[in-house]
Nanobody
């Protein structure tokens, strides 16, 4: 199983970034996939998930600013992040769920830093 994130970096407040996660080794079409993040000194928190049918869920802190999407043909999940704030600074992890309420698979993470 592999989940490989890309697209992180440094952006100014109010800016945008788009994260991508290329996956392999599990049944992407049927799995729920998504993103978590972890800021220094804080616990990992849910950012967004998208189910196989396309239903989405967002953490309260990103609703209205972030958009999650998936491309089943490419086995890739995306996270469009708009109106970024300094508190969005974190390592962002791509995840996949096999069963249950906690992800079964995690990527290595990509750093997003929002700063002027």
């Amino acid at each position: 199983v592999q989940l490989v994130e890309s697209g992180g970096g440094l952006v100014q407040p109010g800016g945008s970034l788009k994260l991508s996660c290329a996956t392999s080794g599990f049944p992407f079409r049927v799995n729920t996939v998504g993103w978590f993040r972890q800021a220094p000194g804080k616990e990992r928190e849910l950012v967004a998930t998208v189910r196989s049918a396309g239903n989405t869920e967002y953490g309260d802190s990103v609703k209205g600013r972030f958009i999650i999407s998936r491309d089943n043909a490419k086995k890739t999940v995306y996270l469009q992040m708009n109106n970024l704030k300094p508190e969005d600074t974190a390592v962002y992890y791509c995840v996949s769920y096999e069963a249950g309420s906690w992800p079964s698979y995690w990527g290595q993470g990509t750093q997003v830093t929002v700063s002027s």
